[in-house]
Structures are given as C-alpha cells and as structure tokens.
C-alpha cells in the first residue's frame, strides 16, 4: 500500500474522480491508509476524501522576485481590509467634489 506522501497545507491537482472538474485543492492530511482529506477549490464541502491515485502533487512555483514574501489572511482580515479600502475610495471621492467644488 502507498504511504501518505502528501503534507498538511500542501497543493494538490485532482486527476481523477467527480471532483476532477475543480481541479486543484489543498491537503488538510491523510484520512486513513489509501486516502487523504482535501480542501477542493471551488467546491461547496469543506473537505473531502479523496484516494492518493486521484491526486498528485503540484510542484511549488518559484518567483522571480525572492525578496517578496508571501502574505497569508484569513478571510475576517481579507473582509477588513477590503471594508477599509472601500471607506478609503469613499473618503477620496468625497474630497473631490468638495475640490470640484471650491475650485468653480
């Protein structure tokens, strides 16, 4: 039997099985001997077990720029910030008609 080759929060391509159309997923870790639990991009479960064949795993691009590094929110940090720049945008809009209109 095929040891779990796969790691927790490793990327994975879905090639086999109905959840072949999401394509990609994220490992969240083995679910017994010949499985593994994954989170499928796209899909309306949480997680799914998937066998080890209908997976492979996706080889981790390498960026140009090294000197970058990778940001990780979770999704109330990503609402935030998203609720924040939208206030922003509505503050500088505000502040251009106010300009347009001290300036005619």
Do not use: W, Y
């Amino acid at each position: 039997m095929k040891s779990n080759r796969f790691n927790v929060g490793d990327a994975v391509a879905i090639v086999a099985g109905q959840c072949k159309k999401c394509g990609r997923g994220t490992c969240l870790g083995p679910a017994g001997l010949v499985s593994a639990s994954v989170r499928v991009n796209g899909d309306t479960r949480d997680k799914r077990s998937l066998r080890l064949s209908s997976i492979k795993a996706l080889k981790k691009e390498v960026d140009a720029h090294d000197d970058d590094e990778a940001v990780a929110l979770t999704k109330a940090e990503c609402v935030s910030l998203l609720e924040d720049i939208s206030h922003l945008s509505d503050s500088l809009n505000k502040l251009q008609l106010k300009v347009e209109k001290t300036g005619k």
